[in-house]
C-alpha cells in the first residue's frame, strides 16, 4: 500500500520524496516503449477463432474483355435537365460524358482535355471496373429450380396520399433533385 501511495504524487512535485527512484527512470522506459513497439508479437495459438480468415473468399479478378479504349460503349443520350449537356471525348458523337452547360468555351475545352487525357481512369463499363468481380455487382434472384415466375399486377398508390406523392415529385422536379428519364 505505501508503495502505491508512492507512485502517486499528492503534492505539485512530479516525484514523491517517499519514492523509491529505481522505479523512475524515463530513459530506460522510453526504450523498453520503442522495443515493444517495434517488434512483432508472436500470433497467439488460439487467434484463429478470435479473427477467421475472410481472405479466401476475395477473388482477384481480371478484366476479360477488351480495354475500354477500344471500343466505345453503347448508350441511349437520354434528354437532360437544362443545366447540363454532353460532351464527347471522341469523334462521331462517341465516349459521352455529362458536364456543365454553364461553362466558358476556356473551361470546356480544359475539362474536356483532362477528360480525355485521363479517360482510362472512367469505368464505362461494369467490366473496365478492375478488381471487382460481376458477380458482386449484379443482382441475383434465387429461386428453386421447380419454381417459375410469376407476373404480378402492377401495384396502385393508395388514392388518398397518391396527390401528396404527385406534388414532392413535382417540387423535386422543380429544384432540379430528379429529372425525368
Not at 107 to 123: D, F, G, H, P, R
Amino acid at each position: 500500500m505505501e508503495e502505491a501511495d508512492a507512485f502517486i504524487a499528492i503534492h505539485d512535485e512530479p516525484v514523491s520524496p517517499e519514492f523509491n527512484a529505481t522505479y523512475y527512470d524515463p530513459e530506460g522506459d522510453i526504450l523498453i516503449l520503442e522495443a515493444l513497439l517495434n517488434n512483432d508479437p508472436e500470433p497467439l495459438s488460439n487467434q484463429k477463432d478470435y479473427f477467421p480468415s475472410v481472405h479466401k473468399d476475395l477473388k482477384v479478378v481480371k478484366p476479360k474483355n477488351q480495354s475500354s479504349n477500344d471500343e466505345p460503349p453503347e448508350v441511349e443520350l437520354k434528354e437532360l435537365p437544362p443545366h447540363l449537356e454532353y460532351a464527347f471525348l471522341g469523334d462521331n458523337k462517341k465516349w459521352p460524358v455529362i458536364i456543365a452547360k454553364y461553362l466558358n468555351v476556356n473551361e470546356k475545352t480544359a475539362l474536356i482535355n483532362v477528360l480525355k487525357s485521363q479517360k482510362k481512369a472512367i469505368a464505362w463499363k461494369l467490366t473496365d471496373i478492375r478488381g471487382i468481380d460481376l458477380e458482386f455487382c449484379s443482382h441475383k434472384i434465387l429461386l428453386e429450380e421447380d419454381f417459375s415466375p410469376k407476373v404480378q399486377s402492377q401495384r396502385r398508390v393508395n388514392p388518398k396520399i397518391h396527390d401528396v406523392i404527385k406534388k414532392e415529385v413535382e417540387k423535386l422536379l422543380d429544384a432540379g433533385l430528379i429529372y425525368p428519364i
